[in-house]
C-alpha cells in the first residue's frame, strides 16, 4: 500500500511538471499574442483595394510590400474581404478603387458593396487616404472610386487628404498619391505608386486564327524578348504601349508562360464608329512591322491566378478569352511534366463558326489526348446546318455535370467578353446555382473573371 502510494505521489509530481513544461509555452505565447493585439501600432496597414484587370491589385501589393521594407507594416486586400469590423477597427487605411463596365464597381468589391455599404456605420476613428483609379473616356470618370469616399465621408471617417484620381495610370497623379501616402504612414515610398517597369520586345510573329470568319480577326501576336523578360503567371496581363499621337496603353491577356519565352497575345482587330481599326489593335494587327520594337509592362492580376494544379477547373470563354484560358491549360501541363497531380479541366467556348473559328483547335485536341483537359465543349453562333448557340447556353445544357464538378471543389474561370458572353454567364450561373452560392464561390475566390 504505502508502496502504491508513493508511485501514484511520483506519477502526479511527473504529470504535473509535464503540464506545466507544456502550458508554461503557452503561456508566452498567449502574453504575445494579447500584446500584439492591443498595441495598434502592431496591426499592419490594411490597403484594400477593388480591382478588375490587376492594376490596382498590383499598385496596392507593390506599396504594401515598400511601406513593409520602410518599416510600416503593410497589408493589401481585396476590398470584399474587408469586412465591417475591419472598418470599425480601424484608425488608418488606404483604399484603391478602380472603375470598371458602365461606372460600375469592379468583382472584387462584390460582397463589401452589397453588405458593408448598404448599411449605416460609425467610422469615426477612422482617417484614410483613397485613390480612384479610371479613365475619363468613359462616362462614369472614376465612379465607384467618388461613391466609395463619399461613402466612408458620411460613414463618419475623415480623409487624410484629398482623393487621388488617376486617369489611365496618369503618372503625376499616381507620383502625388505617393507623396501623400509617404506624409500619411510617415514612410517615404514615394516610388510605391510608380507602374511596373517596361520592357522593350519586337514583333516576331503574326498570323490571323480565323480567315473567313464572319467575325471580326483574330490576330496572334508573338513577341520575343529585347530585354530580360520578368516573371509571370497564368492569368497576368501584358500591357502594350500604343506609340502615336496621342501615346496609349493597351491590356492583353498573356497567352503564353515566362518559360516559352515569348510573349504571345490574341487581339482581336476593333472597328470604331467610323470605320477606322482600333488604335491598340490596328496597330498590333497591321501597322507594327516584324521585327519592329513594343513597349510592354507586364501586370500581376492576382484576380484571375489559377487555383493548387490539383483543383477541378471550369473554362468558360469566348473569342480571344481563349487566351486567358489556354494559358492555365499550359500551366496545368507544365505541372503535370513536372509529375504533379492535376486536377481535372473542362473547356467551354463559345465562337461564331465551327468551320472557321474552332481556334487553336490543335492544342486543344492535344490536351484532350494527354489529359490536360478533360471535356470540351463549343458553342457555335452562326452555323447554317446547326442551331444557333451561345457558350452561356452550354451551361444551362450541362447544368447537372457543372453542379457534379462544383460538388467535387470545381473553380470556373470566365474569360473574354463582358457585355453578351460574361454577363450570360454570370446569369446562366445564377439561374443554375442561386445569387447566394454563386456570391459564396466568387468570395471563396472559386468564381473568377477576367472579362472587358
Ligand atoms: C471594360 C472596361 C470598362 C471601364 N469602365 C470605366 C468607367 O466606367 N469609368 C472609368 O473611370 N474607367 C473605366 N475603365 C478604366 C479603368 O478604370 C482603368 O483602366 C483602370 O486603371 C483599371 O484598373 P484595374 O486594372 O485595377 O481594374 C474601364 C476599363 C475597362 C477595361
Redesign the pocket.
Same mark, same amino acid.
Given at each position: 500500500m504505502t508502496a502504491d502510494t508513493a508511485r501514484w505521489a511520483w506519477a502526479l509530481l511527473a504529470c504535473t511538471a509535464w503540464l506545466g513544461l507544456l502550458v508554461l509555452p503557452l503561456r508566452q505565447q498567449w502574453r504575445t499574442w494579447r500584446n500584439t493585439r492591443t498595441l495598434p501600432a502592431e496591426a499592419p496597414l490594411l490597403i484594400a483595394?477593388? $480591382?478588375? $484587370? *490587376? %492594376?490596382? =491589385?498590383?499598385?496596392a501589393e507593390d506599396l504594401a510590400r515598400t511601406l513593409a521594407a520602410h518599416g510600416c507594416p503593410a497589408q493589401a486586400r481585396p476590398l470584399q474581404r474587408i469586412r465591417a469590423e475591419d472598418l470599425a477597427a480601424a484608425e488608418r487605411m488606404l483604399f484603391?478603387a478602380? @472603375? @470598371? &463596365? =458602365? +461606372?460600375?464597381a469592379?468583382d472584387n468589391a462584390g460582397a463589401f458593396v452589397t453588405r458593408v455599404m448598404q448599411g449605416t456605420r460609425r467610422l469615426q476613428r477612422l482617417q484614410y487616404g483613397l485613390l480612384?483609379?479610371? !479613365? $475619363? $473616356?468613359? =462616362? &462614369? %470618370?472614376? #465612379? %465607384? +472610386?467618388r461613391e466609395l469616399d463619399a461613402w466612408l465621408r458620411a460613414a463618419g471617417a475623415t480623409p487624410a487628404f484629398a482623393r487621388v484620381e488617376? !486617369? *489611365? &495610370?496618369n503618372a503625376a497623379a499616381l507620383a502625388s498619391w505617393g507623396q501623400a501616402v509617404a506624409r500619411f504612414t510617415g514612410c517615404s515610398p514615394d516610388t510605391a505608386a510608380t507602374a511596373s517597369a517596361t520592357q522593350r520586345w519586337a514583333l516576331a510573329q503574326r498570323s490571323v486564327l480565323n480567315p473567313g470568319s464572319p467575325g471580326a480577326p483574330i490576330h496572334r501576336i508573338v513577341l520575343q524578348p529585347l530585354d530580360p523578360a520578368p516573371h509571370w503567371q497564368a492569368g497576368d496581363?501584358a500591357r502594350i504601349h500604343v506609340p502615336g499621337q496621342p501615346a496609349a496603353w493597351r491590356?492583353y491577356t498573356l497567352a503564353s508562360l515566362p518559360h516559352e519565352r515569348e510573349v504571345q497575345l490574341l487581339v482581336r482587330e476593333a472597328r470604331r464608329a467610323d470605320g477606322q481599326r482600333g488604335l491598340g489593335s490596328g496597330w498590333l494587327g497591321h501597322g507594327l512591322a516584324i521585327g519592329g520594337e513594343v513597349r510592354v509592362q507586364i #501586370?500581376r492580376?492576382s484576380g484571375f491566378h489559377g487555383p493548387d494544379a490539383a483543383t477541378p477547373l471550369v473554362l468558360v470563354g469566348n473569342g480571344t478569352g481563349l487566351a486567358g484560358l489556354a494559358v492555365h491549360l499550359k500551366e496545368r501541363e507544365s505541372a503535370q511534366q513536372a509529375s504533379q497531380i492535376i486536377g481535372p479541366a473542362w473547356l467551354l467556348f463559345g465562337e461564331r463558326t465551327r468551320r472557321c473559328d474552332a481556334l487553336c483547335d490543335g492544342a486543344l485536341q492535344a490536351w484532350l489526348a494527354s489529359g490536360v483537359l478533360q471535356r470540351l465543349d463549343r458553342a457555335f453562333s452562326r452555323d447554317a446546318d446547326a442551331p444557333a448557340r451561345y457558350v452561356q447556353e452550354l451551361l444551362g445544357l450541362h447544368g447537372a455535370l457543372l453542379r457534379d464538378w462544383l460538388a467535387r471543389g470545381a473553380a470556373i474561370y470566365v474569360c473574354g467578353q #463582358?457585355d453578351g458572353m460574361a454577363q450570360g454567364v454570370d446569369a446562366a450561373l445564377r439561374a443554375l446555382l442561386g445569387d447566394a452560392a454563386l456570391a459564396q464561390l466568387a468570395a471563396d475566390g472559386r468564381y473568377r473573371r477576367d472579362?472587358?
Open positions: 483595394y477593388a $480591382s478588375q $484587370s *490587376g %492594376f490596382g =491589385a498590383q499598385l484603391i478602380s @472603375t @470598371t &463596365g =458602365a +461606372g460600375d469592379p480612384a483609379l479610371g !479613365d $475619363s $473616356s468613359y =462616362a &462614369g %470618370f472614376c #465612379r %465607384f +472610386g488617376a !486617369d *489611365g &495610370g496581363i491590356d #501586370r492580376n #463582358r472579362v472587358y
